[in-house]
């Protein structure tokens, strides 16, 4: 049976198209719906004499300056001594000026070590207003640790601190700089409604990396697929020294829906789908030991999350939480 050249450009587009289709449906039935309630024991935090306590709501207004959020999975020997950097560098700037007010809150992501254990050592010394332990009862991957925590923060600016102490804590200070330098432009939106940037403004710090030589490989190959598929303009995304407003931290983290690896990438997808600013300041960083990310299969993880962040947002499987509540 002969075919004209017609004939098989037909059948290809029609080939394509069930192709097309097919993939349009697997996004849609695999895309998962993130769990944002807490579990009762979730809700509640132990102060210094072991009594329960709630965590606040999302939506009620900030009362400190600062929450510091620290995933944390299995990190009973490296806390310690990103903790003590921290409470140094947070003691010492309260004393300064004692407006200033603070929070730290460790995010236990269903460790199976003494994680928990050895952060309540931080709430009996320091007091329960200033260290509070967060124990999920399932791992949920740091995106979902990081996004537990802060909606359980009381701070007017929520800074994001990798366990592992790798980036020095007093960088906050450059970080605060670069945020304050992009807070007083004002901007306009629908309606010609003027605003401040602050209100919704975001920092993420790149690096000066002290890293070694494959790690630095892949990265390399995964900031090409950040920028191919998902978020242009940034040069480090995976930085775990993150600092943002509150209003921007709660209209971020209600939309993700990446919990593992690649949720940095979303956040800053979802960042520029709200015109959210978006400054980088160099901080130090160095690699520390005992890093939970497996070289290979966690970038590979990594970079399929990438393909299907873009696709689900482009089919339409995920959605902005502002998009959904118009609708």
């Given amino acids: 049976m002969d075919f004209s050249l017609y004939d098989l450009l037909q059948y290809s587009l029609t080939l394509a198209l069930i ?51 620290v995933p944390s999975y299995n990190e009973e020997l490296r806390l310690p001594v990103m903790m003590d950097e921290a409470m140094e560098y947070l003691e010492k700037r309260q004393k300064k000026n004692p407006s ?35 124990t999920l009862v399932k791992n949920r991957g740091k995106g979902g640790a990081v996004r537990m925590g802060t909606l359980s923060s009381r701070g007017r600016l929520i800074l994001m601190a990798d366990a592992d102490g790798a980036t020095k804590f007093a960088d906050i200070e450059k970080v605060e700089e670069g945020l304050e330098s992009i807070s007083e432009k004002p901007v306009r939106l629908h309606f010609f409604q003027e605003i401040r940037l602050s209100d919704y403004q975001q920092t993420f710090p790149c690096q000066k ?3 070694s030589l494959f790690r630095t490989f892949l990265m390399f190959g995964f900031h090409f697929l950040v920028w191919f598929f998902c978020v242009r303009g940034i040069k480090d995304t995976q930085c775990g020294f993150k600092l943002f407003t509150r209003e921007a931290a709660l209209k971020t983290f209600s939309s993700l829906h990446v919990e593992r ?56 499987a995920w959605r902005l939480e502002s998009e959904r509540k118009t609708q």
Wanted: a negative charge; aromatic letters at 12%.
């Fill in 261 to 316: 690896w690649a949720f940095d990438v979303e956040l800053l997808f979802i960042a520029q789908c709200f015109d959210i600013p978006v400054v980088e300041v160099a901080v130090n960083w160095t690699e520390i030991e005992g890093s939970k990310l497996v070289p290979f299969w966690s970038w590979l993880q990594m970079g399929r999350d990438l393909v299907f962040i873009r696709l689900r947002y482009l089919t339409g």
């Fill in 100 to 134: 200033f007010t603070y929070e730290v809150i460790v995010v236990d992501d269903g460790s199976k070590d003494k994680t928990t254990e050895v952060a309540m050592k931080y709430t009996k010394n320091y007091g329960a207003q200033k260290v509070r332990v967060l």
């Fill in 19 to 69: 192709v097309l289709l097919l993939v349009v449906v697997v996004l849609h039935v695999s895309a998962n719906t993130v769990d944002q309630t807490h579990h009762e024991k979730e809700k509640h935090f132990l102060t210094a004499d072991g009594k329960e306590e709630s965590f606040p709501s999302r939506m009620d207004p900030p009362s400190l300056e600062l929450s510091v959020v």
């Fill in 209 to 211: 990396i002290s890293r």
